[in-house]
């Protein structure tokens, strides 16, 4: 007779089992959908992903963007809001945070991240000069190209490459970054723009070794490194699991020495800090700090709220404390991985290694039959919606838009799905349901055709745009 024997998931791995660091004290009910009302609701969103109403949406996992939930320490904390104009103690108390953590000076909070993208790029940028990153995000090369700065990749090969398992894909090639400055001069370079485990190359760290050598290349030329800390706390995550010397050292340990190799950096608290809203700048250079915080006062608000109210500054506070903890990290990511490795034991082709905050689809390797102007990551996205209303996010051809100059679209190497896991909001069981609709998706691949567009946005059309079936 064959007797079923179960298994829990540590036992399934060959070792004890680990949980969250938490439990459950508020819940909100989920909505599923019959298969005839997810087809309407796509049709009626252009089959874009952003366009549906998340009323129609089962399992969310469209971003990790102010999707977490807030802990009980930080609902108490929004009722301590001090809703001044001027001078609220809610952004003293998130100043502090900041410089406890992240070690920098002066802090200019806004209402979230491309705010702080806008000011830095204004500020820090001459029309005419580069920026060299490691990969793009989009609303940070806009904000780079809108200040008339050109946007220079500058990230190592192997990011680009899905299947590559290098430890570190998020690492700058300092030789590239040398070759562009060779050419362009010093003074050409407005900044580094260094961004920690990478979203779009699927979530990829850098490592200590090369933010170090990072600094030597910069002070040698005299050019500032700035960071994008959205996800300092994953990256750091990394670098204890996969650097020699950090494995005994803590989060906290880990995301301050980071940061002091860096010249200032802003942040999308909507992330790592586990609010709903809000974002920072941060600098250690008191002239540019001056020009920040007078700016700051025309597009977000005045210095001590820049667009956020007091309850959000004092959430955002507790959050970046609660962010630093090692078992808050450990178990977030290990969510991520739960899921990944379910997916690779059934063959779905994704990114590797897994990165910190989501599972990135390779809709390439998934429909080889759909090119790339028809867009697979996209049909992948609206397929996975059908099945099960799991919504996900395009990060491909859509996403990467077109080239300011020439017109044409940008094609990336990447063309992938991201399924996006919210911090402290789903449970193993979620992500079992997951993985089998995913699973599901996959073996009807053959079927798929793509997608074409039919309406196309100006910027950022990835959030705006719609498509109609081939
Ligand atoms: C994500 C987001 C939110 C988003 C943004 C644009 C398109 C689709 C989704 C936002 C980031 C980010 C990094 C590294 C700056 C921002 C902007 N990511 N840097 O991944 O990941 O922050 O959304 O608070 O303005 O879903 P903001």
């Known amino acids: 007779m064959n007797e079923i024997v179960h298994k829990t998931m540590g036992q399934q791995s060959g070792r004890r089992s680990w949980a969250e660091p938490w439990k459950i004290k508020m819940v909100e009910p989920l909505r599923t959908t019959s298969r005839a009302e997810r087809e309407k609701a796509l049709v009626d969103a252009g089959h874009n992903t952003f366009l549906l109403h998340s009323d129609d949406v089962y399992i969310d996992l469209l971003t990790d963007s102010g999707t977490s939930a807030m802990s009980d320490r ?47 790029s204004q500020t820090a940028i001459r029309k005419g000069q580069y920026v060299p990153g490691n990969m793009y995000f989009t609303t940070t090369r806009l904000h780079q190209e809108l200040a008339g700065g050109i946007f220079v990749d500058v990230i190592i090969d192997e990011a680009h490459d899905p299947s590559n398992l290098h430890p570190f894909k998020g690492n700058v090639d300092l030789a590239k970054l040398e070759a562009l400055i060779r050419q362009q001069g010093a003074a050409n370079i407005a900044y580094v723009s260094l961004a920690t485990t990478v979203n779009m190359a699927g979530g990829q760290p850098v490592s200590m070794a090369n933010v170090k050598a990072l600094r030597e290349l910069c002070d040698r030329h005299k050019i500032r490194l700035l960071l994008d800390a959205t996800r300092l706390v994953e990256n750091a995550y990394f670098i204890q699991e996969r650097e020699a010397g950090y494995a005994g050292k803590s989060i906290a340990e880990i995301s301050r020495e980071f940061c002091g190799h860096t010249d200032g950096a802003w942040s999308s608290a909507k992330k790592d800090s586990l609010v709903n809203i809000g974002g920072w700048l941060a600098v250690n250079d008191w002239t540019l700090f001056e020009e920040l915080r007078n700016l700051v006062v025309v597009y977000e608000g005045l210095h001590t709220y820049g667009g956020l109210a007091g309850r959000d500054m004092e959430a955002m506070a507790i959050g970046i404390e609660e962010s630093m903890q090692d078992q808050h990290v450990h178990s977030r990511i290990g969510q991520v991985r739960y899921l990944a490795e379910l997916l690779q034991d059934w063959g779905i082709p994704m990114v590797l290694p897994v990165g910190g905050h989501a599972i990135f689809l390779d809709a390439r390797a998934c429909y080889p039959q759909v090119p790339q102007s028809a867009f697979p990551a996209q049909t992948l996205a609206a397929e996975l919606y059908l099945d099960s209303g799991i919504r996900s996010m395009e990060r491909g051809v859509v996403s990467a838009g077109r080239d300011p100059a020439t017109g044409d679209h940008h094609y990336p190497k990447l063309e992938l799905t991201r399924l996006t896991i919210p911090r402290r909001v789903y449970t193993q069981a979620h992500m079992d349901v997951i993985a089998e609709s995913v699973k599901a998706v996959y073996d009807a691949r053959g079927a798929a055709r793509g997608l074409k567009m039919v309406y196309e946005p100006k910027y950022l059309r990835f959030f705006q745009a719609r498509f109609e079936p081939l």
């Open 74 to 120: 930080q609902w108490a904390g929004m009722m301590l809001g001090d809703e001044a104009y001027a001078g609220s103690r809610n952004f003293y108390h998130l100043e502090q945070a900041i410089q406890k953590h992240y070690g920098y000076e002066y802090i200019v909070p806004t209402h979230q991240g491309r705010g702080a993208e806008h000011l830095i």
